[in-house]
C-alpha cells in the first residue's frame, strides 16, 4: 500500500539532493555552472539546444524556466543567463549560448503556431480551408476531376466518409496543411 510510495519518495529526494551536492562540486571544483560547462562541449548544435533547453528547465531560479517558452529574443535570453547564472562574457560561451537559444526559440515559436492551427477547426464556410482541400484533390488526384465537395471520390484518398472536412476534428486546419505538403514539394 502506502510504503512503498514512501519509499521511491524518498530514494528520488535522495536522488535529488546527490544531483545538487554533485552540481555544486563541479562549480566549486571547475568555477563554472552547468550551462558553461555545456558550451564547451563539442557536441552538434542541436543537441547542446536539447541539453540547455533541459538545464534551464530545471534551474531553482524561475527567471530561467520562461526562456525556454520563446517570450523575448536570443539576445535578450543571453543576457538574462549571463547574468542570473553569473557566467563570464567568453565569446564562446556567449556564441554557444545565444545559437542554442535561437534554436530553443524557434521550436518554442513553432509548437505555438502548430497547437494554434491544430485548434483551429475545418469549418466550410472558410473559403482559405475549402481552397486547401480543392488545392489537395487536385495534387493528390491530377488526372480525376472532383466531381462535388462532398462525394464518395474522397475515399480514395483514404478519407472516411463522402465529406473530407468531418475528417479534420482532432487535427484541425493543422491536419489539412500535413496532408497537403507533400503535394507542393
Not at 524518498?10 to 571547475?30: E, G, Q
Not at 487536385?138 to 478519407?159: A, C, I, N, Y
Not at 465529406?163 to 497537403?180: I, S
Amino acid at each position: 500500500g502506502r510504503r512503498p510510495v514512501v519509499v521511491l519518495r524518498s530514494w528520488a529526494m535522495l536522488l535529488h539532493w546527490i544531483w545538487r551536492v554533485w552540481k555544486w562540486l563541479l562549480r566549486f571544483f571547475t568555477g563554472q555552472c552547468e550551462l558553461e560547462r555545456l558550451c564547451y562541449q563539442k557536441q552538434q548544435p542541436y543537441q547542446l539546444a536539447l541539453k540547455i533547453e533541459r538545464s534551464l528547465r530545471r534551474s531553482r531560479a524561475k527567471e530561467l524556466h520562461q526562456l525556454v517558452e520563446g517570450s523575448c529574443t536570443a539576445d535578450d535570453a543571453v543576457d538574462v543567463i549571463l547574468r542570473v547564472k553569473r557566467v563570464k562574457q567568453d565569446s564562446k560561451c556567449v556564441a554557444s549560448l545565444k545559437s542554442s537559444m535561437q534554436i530553443i526559440m524557434g521550436v518554442a515559436s513553432l509548437t505555438k503556431e502548430v497547437e494554434q492551427l491544430k485548434g483551429q477547426a475545418f469549418t466550410k464556410d472558410n473559403q482559405h480551408h475549402e481552397s486547401l482541400l480543392s488545392e489537395l484533390w487536385d495534387h493528390m488526384m491530377p488526372s480525376e476531376k472532383l466531381t462535388s465537395r462532398v462525394s464518395p471520390q474522397w475515399k480514395e484518398l483514404g478519407f472516411q466518409g463522402n465529406d473530407p472536412g468531418t475528417d479534420f476534428r482532432g487535427m484541425g486546419v493543422f491536419g489539412l496543411m500535413c496532408l497537403q505538403y507533400p503535394g507542393n514539394c
